[in-house]
C-alpha cells in the first residue's frame, strides 16, 4: 500500500497481513493507526490514533513518525524492529530490537 491515508476510523486506521505500508498516513483512528502483521512500514506517519501508532509483527518499521497516540508505544514490534524512526509524545518503543538508531522525543531511544 503506498501513499493511502486512514483517518478517524472506529478501527485500525490502516491495517493488512502481508503488506509493505510506504509513504501513508494515519490520524485519528480509535485503535492502531497503522497494523502490519506481518508487514513493514516505511517513510510513514501514525498520529494521535488510540493505540499504538505503528504496530509491526514479525516485520520492520523504517523511517517513519510516531506522535500524541494512546499507548504508551508510539511503535511497537512483535518479533520485528526499527530503524530511523522518531516517536513524539507517546514514549517509547516496545518490543523487537532497535536496527538502527531511533529517536524518542527528541532523544536517543533507550
Given amino acids: 500500500m503506498t501513499r493511502s ?3 478517524g476510523n472506529g478501527g485500525h486506521g490502516i491495517s493488512g497481513a502481508g503488506i509493505l505500508v510506504d ?7 480509535h485503535q492502531v493507526g497503522i497494523y502490519a502483521l506481518p508487514g513493514a512500514v516505511r517513510n510513514s506517519e501514525a498520529v494521535r490514533n488510540g493505540s499504538f501508532g505503528i504496530y509491526v509483527g514479525f ?5 517513519s ?3 500524541d497516540n494512546g499507548d504508551s508505544c508510539a511503535f511497537y514490534a512483535l518479533n520485528g ?3 530511523g524512526d522518531y516517536a513524539d509524545g507517546s514514549s517509547t518503543l516496545c518490543g523487537g530490537v532497535q536496527l538502527g538508531a531511533n529517536l524518542c522525543n527528541g532523544a536517543v531511544c533507550p
Fill in 5 to 7: 491515508a486512514g483517518i
Fill in 23 to 29: 509513504a501513508c498516513r494515519a490520524a485519528e483512528n
Fill in 81 to 83: 524492529g526499527y530503524a
Fill in 65 to 67: 513518525v510516531a506522535r
Fill in 59 to 63: 516485520g520492520v518499521a523504517l523511517q
